[in-house]
């Protein structure tokens, strides 16, 4: 019943930077909490960062920390995901979810998902 759209995507030089936006939609009192998840080719789909609903509260896998900032804006029930000094290994598809408990890493716990959006970083 939430509906959650990514965008910001694209491709950037190493060292670069990019601002990923999730907008939802729908029964948005639902998201609660919001997580930033990437998949890269061949590879399982990882945590990246979430945040609570009144933002006090943020966790970041230990691969952006210092590099990702994850915000969001009630408002205009948008999450960001600001990510700084992008390295090739940051090249992945990336997921924005959403969950009705609390901040998590664990992906099944998560119960809206967006279509993901490309991030590739390369020279």
């Known amino acids: 019943q939430v509906q959650l759209v990514e965008s910001g995507g694209g491709s950037v030089q190493p060292g670069g930077s990019l601002r990923l936006s999730c907008a939802a939609s729908?029964?948005?009192?639902?998201?609660?909490?919001m997580g930033w998840f990437r998949q890269a080719p061949g590879k399982e789909r990882e945590f990246v960062a979430a945040?609570?609903?009144?933002?006090?509260?943020?966790d970041y896998a230990d691969s952006v920390k210092g590099r990702f900032t994850i915000s969001r804006d009630n408002a205009k029930n948008t999450v960001y995901l600001q990510m700084n000094s992008l390295k090739p290994e940051d090249t992945a598809v990336y997921y924005c979810?959403?969950?009705?408990?609390?901040?998590?890493?664990?992906?099944?716990?998560?119960?809206?998902w967006g279509q993901g959006t490309q991030v590739t970083v390369s020279s």
């Open positions: 979810a959403a969950d009705r408990t609390r901040v998590t890493r664990v992906l099944a716990e998560y119960d809206y």
């Open positions: 729908g029964r948005t009192f639902r998201s609660y909490v």
């Open positions: 945040i609570s609903w009144s933002g006090s509260t943020t």
